[in-house]
């Protein structure tokens, strides 16, 4: 019984690595066991930090976030995809936060035909590359610099990010949760982007799809208030239909 247990964790690692999700229901039918069963062998994966229980089953569980030179190698394709179609959404004469990450870098980079913009953001990739773009007005928030996300963070964020009247925002994330919600791995991360979504008069989440169906720690404040998730891939049905549920539209870049 030991070893088929660990044979069943095994697999159950394995679909979670390559699908981000796993359901209670498709797992007992897969392995001719009790939905029991699969509860018990969540809950000891669980236990151990290796996946994250979700209403129905489980998904990955990411802790941490890893480096911004590391993230940058992945689904560069789908992010640019992103980064056009947020940039469709800008009109000449804007005011623009872009927070730090590297899908929102994709936005900058796509922002170049645009004139007459003003440019909040504590990235510093960001920074460097519309400063030099003719009539782009770029403001650096303040904060110590993170060198991990080469961008400002800290306590002086806050107030740096309320002096400015902005009109549309795009914010990052950790993930994309099985239950249709955009999260964040620290609380002074995701309160900093609930903050812009109560500020900013329209607000956009980027999210690439290697970021879907995982869980991080903590939720953003004001979620549902967002106007919209621009991804550049459907997720699957179910949380396709519970972003939705929540409020954003669901925007897939072609």
Same mark, same amino acid.
């Given at each position: 019984m030991?070893?088929?247990a ?5 697999e ?9 999700s796993?359901s209670?229901?498709e797992?007992?039918g897969?392995?001719?066991?009790s939905?029991?069963?699969? /509860? ?7 236990d151990k930090?290796q996946l994250?229980i979700?209403?129905g089953?489980a ?5 941490s ?7 940058s190698?992945?689904n560069?394709?789908?992010k ?5 179609a947020?940039?469709?959404l800008?009109?000449n004469?804007m ?5 730090s ?7 900058a980079?796509a922002m170049?035909d645009l004139r007459?913009?003003?440019i909040c953001?504590?990235?510093l990739?960001?920074?460097?590359h519309?400063c030099?773009i003719p009539?782009m ?7 110590e610099?993170d060198?991990g996300e080469e ?9 740096a990010?309320a /002096? ?7 914010l ?6 099985p239950d ?6 620290t609380?002074?991360g995701?309160e900093q982007?609930g903050r812009m979504i109560?500020?900013a008069a329209?607000t ?9 169906a ?12 967002a106007a919209g998730?621009?991804v550049d891939?459907k997720?699957q049905a179910?949380?396709?239909?519970a972003?939705? /549920?929540k ?5 897939v870049?072609?």
């Amino acid at each position: 019984m030991r070893v088929l247990a660990t044979r069943r964790h095994d697999e159950i690692l394995k679909r979670l690595s390559a699908q981000g999700s796993v359901s209670i229901a498709e797992l007992a039918g897969f392995f001719d066991v009790s939905r029991e069963t699969i /509860r018990r062998d969540l809950k000891l994966l669980s236990d151990k930090g290796q996946l994250g229980i979700v209403h129905g089953g489980a998904a990955r569980f990411e802790p941490s976030e890893p480096a911004m030179n590391l993230r940058s190698r992945e689904n560069a394709r789908g992010k640019a995809a992103i980064g056009r179609a947020a940039a469709g959404l800008i009109h000449n004469g804007m005011v623009v936060f872009l927070d730090s990450g590297t899908t929102t870098l994709a936005v900058a980079q796509a922002m170049s035909d645009l004139r007459d913009l003003t440019i909040c953001t504590a990235s510093l990739p960001i920074a460097l590359h519309l400063c030099h773009i003719p009539g782009m007005r770029v403001h650096m928030l303040g904060g110590e610099i993170d060198p991990g996300e080469e961008a400002a963070a800290g306590i002086d964020m806050p107030e740096a990010m309320a /002096r400015f009247r902005v009109d549309i925002a795009f914010l990052g994330g950790g993930a994309l949760s099985p239950d249709g919600e955009v999260t964040d791995f620290t609380r002074a991360g995701a309160e900093q982007r609930g903050r812009m979504i109560a500020l900013a008069a329209k607000t956009y989440f980027v999210l690439d799809s290697s970021k879907f169906a995982k869980l991080t720690p903590l939720r953003i404040p004001n979620f549902q208030r967002a106007a919209g998730l621009i991804v550049d891939a459907k997720p699957q049905a179910d949380i396709a239909e519970a972003v939705v /549920r929540k409020g954003p539209e669901l925007m897939v870049a072609s």
